[in-house]
């Protein structure tokens, strides 16, 4: 469920991919590998709170930096 951590070149190198997919209108796919990045721990926690811990489970974004920051079990407290 949480993803895993990810050096910032390995973002990088996501991030790029995800331009080129989008550039070439393939947005679909570049929003199935946007999700791999993990999602910032304050964006992950107010998501929670704003649309709920279901749909962060459910959504297939990459959770692992908040998991680190929050705990593993950040998402059912």
């Known amino acids: 469920m949480a993803g895993r951590l990810l050096t910032e070149r ?3 190198d996501i991030s790029m991919q995800v331009f080129a ?10 929003d199935v590998l946007v ?3 993990p999602l910032p721990p304050y964006l ?3 998501m929670k709170e704003k649309i709920g811990a279901d749909y962060l489970i459910e959504s ?3 959770l692992a930096e908040a998991e680190a920051a ?6 059912t407290r």
Do not use: P, Q, V
């Not at 929050?70 to 998402?75: E, N, R, V």
């Open 10 to 12: 390995e973002k990088a």
């Open 21 to 30: 997919l989008e550039d070439a209108g393939r947005k679909a796919e570049a």
């Open 35 to 37: 999700k791999t990045l």
């Open 44 to 46: 992950a926690k107010i």
């Open 60 to 62: 297939g974004w990459n």
């Open 70 to 75: 929050f705990g593993s079990d950040w998402l």
